[in-house]
Structure formats: C-alpha cells, structure tokens
C-alpha cells in the first residue's frame, strides 16, 4: 500500500525522484519560519530510502549525487539523528532512514574572534549552518589510528555533527594552545570560554619529532 502524507501525496519512502521528495519536505520545513521543529515530532518509521551522505558531503539519491544545492539544504533542515544512532529525515507524518557515511556536515570555514578565554570560533558548514563552537555546540577530536591524527567534529544540533574539513583543522591547529587540564597538559582550542582537548602535549611532542 502506497503510503500517503496528510494531504494524499505518496510519503518520502515511496518518493521516486529528487522532485517528489523535495515537494514533501517543503511542506514540512516550513519556510521562511527557521527549522522545522523535527525533535517534537513523533511520526511512523516508513523504511529506509536509497539516500547516502558520504563523507565529503556529498549527498546520493538512487546512486546519483544530488548537484543542487538549495535542494540539499532543504534536506539538511529535517535530519534527525536518534538515540538508536541512525540517522532519518523526519516529517510530521513519517519519518525514513537514510545512510550516512561519517558526519552530517562539513565544516568548511572557521572564524576566530577575540582572543583567549574571550575567543569564539564560528563555523560554517557546506550546508550554510553557521555554529558557535562552545559549550552548547561542542568540539570532539577522534584520534585516526591508521594516520596518528586526529578528526575533529562539531555538534550541530541535537546528535547531528559536521566533521572539520582538513583545511580547517589547519587553522584549529594554528589557534590551539597547551592548557593544563584535569592536572595534565593538553594540546587545546578555547571558545566561549570552553577547552577542547586535541591530543596531550606529549602526544604533539612524539608526533613532532
């Protein structure tokens, strides 16, 4: 049985194209009026759709990368990511499971302002969000055994992260700083008046020859 919104258009998992699934989340996303409030909604799982966001941000439909923009980040608006840890678009009356190869987003621009306990790091991600780093939206540095380095995340919003873009964490780098920290000194970036560890001073020395 085709599966139907409130107003009798076919649901997300029965979407054919972009075109059908677009039209669907514009009814929900409400626009012009800021997020759609997708963490009080409650609807039904309707299956997962063949939809992939890969680890450069890049999003898939059926196979093929979605090329527009403004249609991507309409997606973006309804994400939600529960505490089963997979990752859905959510609209009032369904909610589908999509893949997601490693974050969200992608940070792809950082500004630093102020300095010290003062500094805040503002970041765009590929989708336009702009995020204070702090301790509402938080830094996270996962270390990458196979490359002896380090990914870094951004909380977004509720459990949806960007990952840092390489060229960004350039810059993190050239901002951070040793802190000591819980007794121990750490490699560290501040914002609003938060500490994110990166890796142990020591660490940084060994890996610095």
Known sequence: MTIRTDN????????????GLEALIS???RAGKGLPPVDRWNPDFCGDLDMEIKRDGTWFYLGTPIGRMPLVQLFSTVLRK??????????????VGIRVEDAHFVAVEVNASGSGEEQVLTFRTNVGDVVEAGPDHPLRFVDE?????VK????VRGR???LVARAVMYELVELGEGIELDGK???AVRSKGA?????????LRKLGG
Request: glycine fraction near 8%; avoid cysteine; proline fraction near 8%.
């Open 8 to 19: 009798g258009a076919p649901g997300l998992s029965r979407a054919s194209d972009t075109a």
């Open 27 to 29: 009814r929900a996303a």
């Open 82 to 95: 529960d505490e089963d840890g997979k990752t859905y678009l959510v609209t009032p009356v369904e909610k």
């Open 145 to 149: 055994d196979d490359t002896d380095g």
């Open 152 to 155: 870094p995340y951004l909380l």
């Open 160 to 162: 949806l992260e960007a």
């Open 185 to 187: 000194m750490v490699f």
């Open 195 to 203: 500490v994110f560890p990166i890796m142990a001073v020591e660490t």
